[in-house]
T-cell receptor, first 113, second 114 residues
Framework: ETGVTQTPRHLVMGMTNKKSLKCEQH?????MYWYKQSAKKPLELMFV???????ENNSVPSRFSPECPNSSHLFLHLHTLQPEDSALYLC????????????FGQGTRLTVV | GESVGLHLPTLSVQEGDNSIINCAYS??????FIWYKQESGKGPQFIID?????DKRQGQRVTVLLNKTVKHLSLQIAATQPGDSAVYFC?????????????FGTGTLLAVQP
């Protein structure tokens, strides 16, 4: 266990559905991240939140909408996704000073049908 | 541009042998580097890190070497065991505005043969 918990672990959704991914950490970290991991591709940084403020949106389509209500929780709201959005979505957290490693959750395996 | 890449996508070794996984990075401003291990069905897990003011760091059975001249990073695993089979990622921590971002390579699959 890394201290970063993601739910659900698996999600199957239709292209017209709305769903949300949840991430929670109680490590005292101030920075939280969403990554997308597709087969045979590098981990792609999607969003960065630093002290609850979004500091990075890496050209992610608007059908992905992040929310960070506090430093311990991070959500990714999903709406009208495409089959090519099927991937492993990983949440991570770290201290915001950038001098320590990021801790990852187990990920949510998303399948869009 | 920024990139972190791995020279070998797949590495197959015999149990007990030493493994070396290589990584190249391009951003000379990166000051912190991390190796992660990702087993099937799990998120990446921290193995070892190194800062840019060092050229070598050792852990338990693992050693990371950093060559800033050629922007090269390597992970050495001594006496490789079946439990070491996983995908290994290098990541460089790059200053980005008020925070930092980790840039990952594509990963190397390490397959340990018994």
């Amino acid at each position: 266990e890394t201290g970063v918990t993601q739910t659900p672990r698996h999600l199957v959704m239709g292209m017209t559905n709305k769903k949300s991914l949840k991430c929670e950490q109680h490590l005292g970290h101030n920075a939280m991240y969403w990554y997308k991991q597709s087969a045979k591709k590098p981990l792609e940084l999607m969003f960065v939140y630093n002290f609850k403020e979004q500091t990075e949106n890496n050209s992610v389509p608007s059908r992905f909408s992040p929310e960070c209500p506090n430093s311990s929780h991070l959500f990714l709201h999903l709406h009208t996704l495409q089959p090519e959005d099927s991937a492993l979505y990983l949440c991570a957290s770290s201290h915001s000073d950038g001098n320590t490693e990021a801790f990852f959750g187990q990920g949510t395996r998303l399948t869009v049908v | 541009g920024e990139s972190v890449g791995l020279h070998l996508p797949t590495l197959s070794v015999q149990e007990g042998d030493n493994s070396i996984i290589n990584c190249a990075y391009s951003n000379s401003a990166s000051d912190y580097f991390i190796w992660y291990k990702q087993e099937s069905g799990k998120g990446p897990q921290f193995i070892i890190d190194i800062r840019s003011n060092m050229d070598k760091r050792q852990g338990q059975r693992v050693t990371v070497l950093l060559n800033k001249t050629v922007k090269h990073l390597s992970l050495q695993i001594a006496a490789t065991q079946p439990g070491d089979s996983a995908v290994y990622f290098c990541a460089e921590n790059t200053p980005w505005g008020a925070t930092n971002k980790l840039i990952f390579g594509t990963g190397t699959l390490l397959a340990v043969q018994p």
